[in-house]
T-cell receptor, first 113, second 109 residues
Framework: NAGVTQTPKFQVLKTGQSMTLQCAQD?????MSWYRQDPGMGLRLIHY???????DQGEVPNGYNVSRSTTEDFPLRLLSAAPSQTSVYFC????????????FGPGTRLTVL | SQQGEEDPQALSIQEGENATMNCSYK?????LQWYRQNSGRGLVHLIL?????REKHSGRLRVTLDTSKKSSSLLITASRAADTASYFC?????????FGQGTRLTINP
């Protein structure tokens, strides 16, 4: 199993550009989530999904969109990139969120100029 | 605002010593988890303790949970250089897992 994969590993954007961060898992997990990690801030939840077709907002959803058309994939879209979105983004998955460990991807380091 | 807050923010000890990190949270939880993050990498799950448990062990790790004080502690015994990492607590409730800011642990040879 590849586990949780994320692409790209690194990305540089200009302010106003849009892009999609990809996340895929091959463990048939129902629950998937996106976090951003800023220095000294720990991880903050952006969006999460409890299954295909179901998504909800986390702590910091503004400026991001998600969709979950399949169990395996959970892409994160930046609509109009801003310097404040410079961060490291992590995708995670688990069977369910309750009483289950989260499996994390390796992260995408995003810089917005 | 984040659910968990960890203390201390940074900890530096000698190899072989024990390391203790604390986590406090604000609302009721289903369970509390601890994760480790090596520099530049994704998080790795260490241990999960349910709200009705008081203590749990896994190898050199010992986790306690006091729901009356809304706090947890992670003890790493006989530390090794490879334990150098950031450690995060995460609380689960309402279909979300919310992380604290982490403790940066450095083990000196």
């Amino acid at each position: 199993n590849a586990g949780v994969t994320q692409t790209p590993k690194f990305q540089v954007l200009k302010t106003g550009q849009s892009m999609t961060l990809q996340c895929a898992q091959d463990m048939n997990h129902e629950y998937m989530s996106w976090y951003r990690q800023d220095p000294g801030m720990g991880l903050r939840l952006i969006h999460y999904s409890v299954g295909a077709g179901i998504t909800d907002q986390g702590e910091v959803p503004n400026g991001y969109n998600v969709s979950r058309s399949t169990t395996e994939d959970f892409p994160l879209r930046l609509l109009s990139a801003a310097p404040s979105q410079t961060s490291v983004y992590f995708c995670a998955s688990s069977w369910t969120v309750s009483y289950n460990e989260q499996f994390f991807g390796p992260g995408t380091r995003l810089t917005v100029l | 605002s984040q659910q968990g807050e960890e203390d201390p923010q940074a900890l530096s000890i000698q190899e072989g010593e024990n390391a203790t990190m604390n986590c406090s949270y604000k609302t009721s939880i289903n369970n509390l988890q601890w994760y480790r993050q090596n520099s530049g990498r994704g998080l790795v799950h260490l241990i999960l303790i349910r709200s009705n448990e008081r203590e749990k062990h896994s190898g050199r790790l010992r986790v306690t949970l006091d729901t009356s004080k809304k706090s947890s502690s992670l003890l790493i015994t006989a530390s090794r250089a490879a334990d150098t990492a950031s450690y995060f607590c995460a609380t689960e409730g309402a279909q979300k897992l919310v992380f604290g800011q982490g403790t940066r642990l450095t083990i000196n040879p």
